[in-house]
């Protein structure tokens, strides 16, 4: 099994930061692809950044010069830094892998929880 947790969620005024991390454990061998995605209220889910096994990037547009994702290969964890969030921002971000277990052939997307983001105006 895989498990991913998520923090570093809370509240926020609009302009400040926050930083995320997804950690991966369990029976991880290899992670591929991660990313961040956002749900708000009344909204679908929707690709926030991600990254590839080789650090390349994407963003969304509404997020872009403003988060920044990053990876640590050697401890399995995914980080997203959120400066000038704006309350547009608010929503529960989930962190997403494409991992395969020890074993286990196949390659499986997982998701973490989710950790609430709010931004307050």
């Known amino acids: 099994q895989v498990q991913l947790v998520e923090s570093g969620g809370g509240l926020v005024q609009a302009g400040g930061s926050l930083r995320l991390s997804c950690a991966a454990s369990g029976s991880v061998f290899r992670i591929n692809a991660m990313g961040w995605y956002r749900q708000a209220p009344g909204k679908q889910r929707e690709l926030v950044a991600a990254i590839t096994s080789g650090g390349s990037t994407n963003y969304a547009d509404s997020v872009k010069g403003r988060f920044t994702i990053s990876r640590d290969n050697a401890k399995n964890t995914l980080y997203l830094q959120m400066n000038s969030l704006k309350p547009e921002d608010t929503a529960v971000y989930y962190c997403?892998?494409?991992?395969?277990?020890?074993?286990?052939?196949?390659?499986?997307?997982?998701w973490g929880q989710g950790t609430q983001v709010t931004v307050s105006s």
């Open positions: 997403n892998i494409d991992a395969k277990q020890f074993f286990v052939s196949q390659w499986h997307d997982y």
